[in-house]
């Protein structure tokens, strides 16, 4: 089974400090994903990458950036935290593919303060 | 306007009883559809995929697909208290490496 591992499962940060999350997938997927999930807003979509130092924008990207330095790992960086960042994080990783489905990892809850 | 559509719920049912939870979809060329179920707390989970039209079983799931009326629908037969979660219906549209999800749907089964 693909295991999608994220580093931290509850993180509690200051505003203004930068803050990193990491997401590291065992299975040699091409593709990976960093969502938020805030209560009555769904799943939104922050950024993702399909290959090593590519990233593409999602649908809510400011405040936030990645780093995909290998194939296995993908990171996201909030740059400057802030408190309207405290969030459920999820990463994921899905075959490249349109038959195949995400693989989601534990979640990182973040609290800003 | 929101690309993919579910009746947030809660949708509750008796134990025993079929639940059936219903998406809808605004891209016709859509391709592939997905079901996950997510417990309050937790990481959704894939529980489901179809890709063609008609029915796909799987134990006591059952995926519905019917590409013309652009909607997906998951039946759960024999329902239990725990399949009590939000079930997330997603889409890989045309084109998109990235599934788009619905809001869910809040299922509870009353024992």
């Known amino acids: 089974d693909v295991k999608v591992t ?13 803050v990193f999350l ?54 996201l960086i909030l740059e400057s935290a802030s408190t309207n960042q405290t969030s459920m994080y999820l990463c994921a990783s899905r075959r490249q593919g349109t038959n195949y489905g995400y693989t989601f990892g534990s979640g990182t809850r973040l609290t800003v303060v | 306007q929101k690309e993919v559509e579910q009746n947030s719920g809660p949708l509750s049912v008796p134990e025993g009883a079929i639940a059936s939870l219903n998406c809808t979809y605004s891209d016709r060329v859509s391709q592939s559809f997905f079901w996950y179920r997510q417990y309050s707390g937790k990481s959704p989970e894939l529980i489901m995929s179809i890709y063609s039209n008609g029915d796909k079983e799987d134990g006591r799931f059952t995926a519905q697909l019917n590409k013309a009326s652009q909607y997906v629908s998951l039946l759960i037969r024999d329902s239990q208290p725990s399949d009590s979660a939000t079930y997330l219906c997603a889409v890989n549209e045309a084109g998109r490496r990235a599934l788009t999800f619905g809001s869910g749907t809040r299922l509870q089964v009353q024992p």
């Open chain 1, 6 to 18: 994220q580093s931290s499962r509850y993180l509690v940060k200051r505003t203004g400090e930068k």
């Open chain 1, 22 to 75: 990491e997401c590291v997938q065992d299975m040699d997927h091409e593709n990976m994903f960093w969502y938020r999930q805030d209560p009555g807003l769904g799943l939104r979509l922050i950024y993702f990458s399909y290959d090593v130092k590519m990233k593409e924008k999602g649908d809510i990207p400011e405040g936030y950036s990645v780093s995909r330095e290998k194939k296995e790992r993908f990171s």
